[in-house]
């Protein structure tokens, strides 16, 4: 399984919306995929993070975790490496308007 489809997998069990994978290497060398989801509140972005990064570590990737953003953030990024997710708090996500720096990007959509 490749990471992305670990990411999204782990993603749609803990309940993600709005998932979106923007196939983003057209646009730069150093990431392929860019995963946005949307969260109901806190406790689920950051069930969602953790799970990410157990599933990550459980497929047996061995790929450097970083995750800018604590347990009080309505914003969280978990970058591993060639896939970066960025989890956001129901209207976070609008606030940011993150989805209009990759709309020319191809893109699939998931939900639960």
């Known amino acids: 399984m490749e990471l992305k489809e670990v990411v999204i997998q782990a993603i749609l069990e803990r309940k993600g919306t709005h998932v979106v994978d923007y196939d983003c290497r057209t646009l730069t060398p150093f990431v392929d995929d860019m995963i946005v989801a949307t969260t109901m509140n806190l406790r689920q972005n950051n ?8 599933k990550v570590r459980e497929a047996g990737f061995q790929i450097d975790i970083r995750q800018e953003g604590e347990s009080d953030s309505k914003w969280i990024l978990i970058d ?33």
């Not at 069930?47 to 157990?54: C, G």
């Not at 591993?80 to 976070?92: A, I, N, P, S, T």
């Open 47 to 54: 069930a969602i993070a953790r799970n990410i990064k157990d």
């Open 80 to 112: 591993l490496q060639e896939v970066v997710v960025h989890l956001f708090v129901q209207d976070e996500r609008q606030v940011y308007k993150i989805d209009r720096l990759y709309e020319d990007c191809p893109k699939v959509e998931y939900d639960v």
